[in-house]
């Protein structure tokens, strides 16, 4: 089945460091969002990739999607103690039945 | 606005008991998911409802799951009977409008329900 697949798994960074995490499908996708979840908190929204090739930024945030719409990328720059908790990519498949499918997420904890 | 209210917060239950959870999207929202969150993985969709209507079941285990969204507005998934492997989060999410070709609208989630079957 169609997967989407998230590395590293974890990442444990100083504070100040920077911070990415790649996302891959085994399929194109329509488009791709990316979510945080704190820890023993639920999924929020942070970004929404549509176009080939798209690059967004959101302050400390840099977000980019792959050319062939199977790849996708987050950056933080200059990591804070806020920024911890799992990334996770979520991307909307080409189908007749589209439905959103979640990567298996990154782990980012911050050393202060 | 009010988030997406799910009740209980929390659930346990030993195996082959019975379990309900139940969820109250955005107002508005026409689509409804209902997502098993095992601990260190993503999210993983079991239902996707439009309006009252299912869109996407096809990774909802039928033999014990069931799920209903019959005014369109709020829903309950059920399990009977429990194994120990459905210990897990139960996340419900809401968005404005169906999935699209192209943009969606973004998924907002409840806090869960989470559910440890012993």
């Known amino acids: 089945g169609q997967q989407v697949m998230q590395i590293p798994q974890y990442q444990h960074v100083q504070e100040g460091e920077d911070f990415t995490t790649y996302c891959n499908s085994s399929?194109?996708?329509?488009?791709i969002q990316w979510y945080k979840q704190r820890p023993g908190g639920h999924p929020v929204f942070l970004i929404q990739?549509?176009?080939?090739?798209e690059v967004k930024k959101q302050k400390r945030l840099t977000f980019q999607f792959g050319e062939a719409k199977k790849n996708s990328s987050l950056h933080i720059t200059a990591t804070q103690t806020t920024d911890v908790g799992t990334y996770f990519c979520?991307?909307?498949?080409?189908?007749?039945?589209?439905?959103?499918?979640f990567g298996s997420g990154t782990r980012l904890s911050i050393r202060p | 606005e009010a988030g997406v209210a799910q009740s209980p917060r929390y659930k346990i239950i030993e195996k082959r008991q019975s379990v309900a959870f139940w969820c109250n999207p955005i107002?508005?929202?026409?689509?409804l998911y209902w997502y098993q969150q095992i601990l260190g993985q993503g999210p993983k969709l079991l239902i996707q409802?439009?309006?009252?209507?299912?869109?996407?079941d096809s990774q909802l285990p039928k033999d014990r799951f069931s799920a209903e969204r019959l005014k369109g507005v709020d829903s309950t998934l059920k399990i009977q009977p429990a194994k120990l492997e459905d210990s897990a989060v139960y996340l419900c999410?809401?968005?404005?409008?169906?999935?699209?070709?192209?943009?969606?609208?973004?998924?907002?989630f409840g806090n869960g329900t989470r559910l440890t079957v012993t």
């Open positions: 409802f439009q309006n009252n209507g299912v869109v996407d």
């Open positions: 399929t194109t996708l329509s488009n």
């Open positions: 990739l549509v176009k080939s090739g």
């Open positions: 107002s508005g929202h026409a689509t």
């Open positions: 999410a809401s968005s404005l409008e169906g999935l699209l070709s192209s943009y969606n609208s973004p998924l907002h």
């Open positions: 979520a991307g909307l498949t080409y189908s007749s039945a589209s439905k959103i499918i």
